[in-house]
């Protein structure tokens, strides 16, 4: 975890106090007396030339707040170099599959070509190899390829951002080894999701009767190496399936799990994913196209094998004629198939008064009850508002513009060239070859061979495959961590940052039980926006595991991932800002305060 100022979840900021020492913005620009050139070295990069629109004439000595603004610009991007790169490189534990088995079968391979048991060529992973240690695009386009899919953006996550830390300077658990009861445990979680995807997320509470529910809950409280949520020390119905968070701690290379706040309170759906968001004179529905039950891909080993090999395969989604609310874990998965919900739409919910009339054009919170953060620095000043420069809407929706793009890059940067991990569709393949054919040399954990998951698996499909609700399974790179879970880490961070935590959501709603096409209002424990913000977070995430590409792992270690990714950005930030302010104040998922 980068070194930033940390406060106790019950610290005195949330009577909008801190004791917070004056930001570093001060003590670091006192000290920048070096020269842009030393500070970024020598470069190739021609001199830019003035703006034609200054003239060529004579021009006016310039007024001393010019001369100011401009020196000011240098000293603060000077002072943010200069303190990102004091951030040492971070320590990459990996979990040793990719050398421990000479056939790569716990590493990621698809889109190479296979034999017929779905183990890749040895000189095509030796070039994917090569590549993955020079970061060279003449040694990435020497990868042949075993079909038409190619490689997921490897060079983009080495693109230098302007803002923020590199993802060398960001550090996760290993992940899960293959062998391991960990893995194991993830596997009968995403084959029980996979198997319960039409199941309403009304049953997924105490006292629930559905069989299924109670079985996945039962199965996964007995293995060892579960890490997610757990009520009493046990995965209950109201806990299955919500995910969790992964952090790094030095005492245990597993990492730290833990489930952030709000993500048991209520219903399974965060609020953000079940209101329809204003845009303006338009609004955008808050109701899904969700696809048929039948839409199930790569149960048949043909198929699969043909997708490991990243060609063309059968089949494509179909869909039901009545759009309705995300009501179970295949709508989520739908939500999630073409990329996350817009942060940008999603910020408008906090940041557009209600409209009592029509609700749909306005969100969640009036006007004279605005749920800005409370070290919002407008807040206090008395004769001056926010606006597009800062602290207004489209200023936000800037800041999350450029995180939703750094997130993806730091996690990028561990698939390729950190931990190249197996997906759960390659798992499914080796647990196929394992039972159907005899295959004794694939050493996965008797906690998922034996298990009631599996077997279910096979009765229903005919296979020990993981059935994909997308056609050719998963994207061409590897599991971990998730990419689109880093998406929506920095996005829950950001608005987290902008907006009160604590504030309590009026009027919350669920999905009608019988008719998911209308909403019905929730009654229960309060939901605040921290709390429903970390539940985004969650099913966003954990929507790609209901899709069978991810792992619980993928999912969690992204959450501090991108947590770290936009603290950064908005430590840069904080530095570039005129007006009054300690900082932006958030709490991460794992409940501890943080200023940046």
Not at 187 to 208: I, K, N
Request: charged content about 20%.
């Amino acid at each position: 975890m980068t070194n930033y100022c940390n406060i106790e979840p019950k610290s005195s900021f949330a009577s909008g106090k801190t004791s917070r020492a004056p930001p570093r913005r001060q003590v670091l620009l006192s000290a920048t007396g070096f020269s842009l050139g030393a500070a970024l070295g020598t470069s190739d990069l021609a001199p830019v030339a003035p703006a034609a629109a200054q003239g060529t004439g004579s021009a006016p000595p310039a007024r001393p707040i010019d001369s100011a603004m401009q020196r000011r610009a240098l000293e603060v991007r000077q002072a943010c170099a200069l303190q990102a790169s004091q951030v040492p490189i971070a320590p990459h534990p990996v979990n040793g599959d990719e050398t421990r088995y000479p056939n790569r079968i716990g590493t990621d391979t698809r889109a190479l070509p296979h034999n017929a048991r779905g183990e890749v060529e040895p000189a095509a992973w030796q070039a994917v190899s090569d590549a993955c240690q020079s970061g060279e695009t003449t040694d990435f386009d020497k990868i042949p390829l075993g079909g038409t899919r190619r490689l997921g953006n490897p060079l983009g996550t080495m693109a230098v951002s302007l803002a923020g830390i590199t993802p060398t300077q960001i550090t996760i658990p290993a992940p899960p080894a293959l062998a391991s009861a960990e893995r194991a445990a993830e596997a009968a979680e995403v084959y029980w999701q996979a198997l319960l995807r039409d199941v309403p997320f009304s049953e997924y509470r105490d006292g629930t009767g559905h069989p299924g529910v109670l079985a996945a809950a039962a199965e996964l409280s007995r293995m060892p190496g579960y890490r997610g949520a757990k009520m009493d020390g046990r995965v209950t119905p109201a806990t299955l399936f919500r995910g969790g968070a992964l952090y790094v701690d030095p005492a245990d290379p597993k990492g730290r799990a833990v489930t952030p706040p709000g993500v048991l309170d209520g219903p399974m759906v965060s609020q953000f994913l079940l209101r329809d968001v204003p845009f303006g004179a338009q609004w955008i529905s808050a109701r899904i196209r969700p696809s048929t039950p039948d839409s199930e891909f790569l149960t048949d080993y043909e198929q699969w094998l043909r997708a490991q090999n990243g060609q063309p395969v059968a089949g494509q989604p179909r869909f039901e004629a009545t759009p309705r609310y995300i009501a179970n874990g295949r709508d989520l998965a739908e939500l999630v198939r073409q990329g996350l919900t817009s942060p940008v739409a999603l910020s408008l919910l906090l940041g557009t008064p209600s409209v009592e009339a029509d609700p749909q054009y306005g969100g969640m919170f009036a006007a004279a009850q605005s749920p800005l953060s409370q070290a919002n620095p407008y807040r206090r000043l008395r004769n001056q508002s926010p606006g597009g420069a800062t602290f207004g809407p489209s200023y936000l929706q800037a800041v999350l513009a450029q995180a939703i793009s750094c997130g993806p890059r730091a996690a990028y940067w561990q698939k390729w060239f950190v931990h190249r991990t197996l997906r759960p569709e390659a798992y499914g393949g080796l647990a196929h070859q394992r039972l159907a054919n005899g295959v004794t040399d694939y050493p996965l954990h008797d906690d998922f061979l034996r298990s009631e998951a599996l077997d279910r698996t096979r009765a229903k499909g005919g296979s020990y495959l993981l059935s994909q609700t997308f056609p050719d399974g998963s994207p061409i790179f590897s599991a971990y961590p998730g990419g689109g879970a880093s998406v929506a880490a920095v996005t829950a961070t950001v608005l987290k940052a902008f907006f009160d935590e604590s504030r309590t959501l009026e009027r919350p709603v669920q999905p009608d039980p019988g008719d998911p096409t209308r909403l019905v209002p929730y009654t229960g424990p309060p939901l605040t926006v921290g709390g429903e913000l970390n539940k985004l977070a969650m099913n966003l995430a954990m929507g790609r595991n209901w899709t069978g590409i991810h792992w619980w792992s993928d999912a969690a270690a992204s959450m501090p991932l991108g947590e770290e990714v936009a603290i950064a950005l908005l430590r840069d930030e904080r530095m570039t800002l005129q007006e009054p302010f300690e900082g932006f104040s958030l709490t991460r998922f794992d409940g501890s305060r943080v200023i940046a």
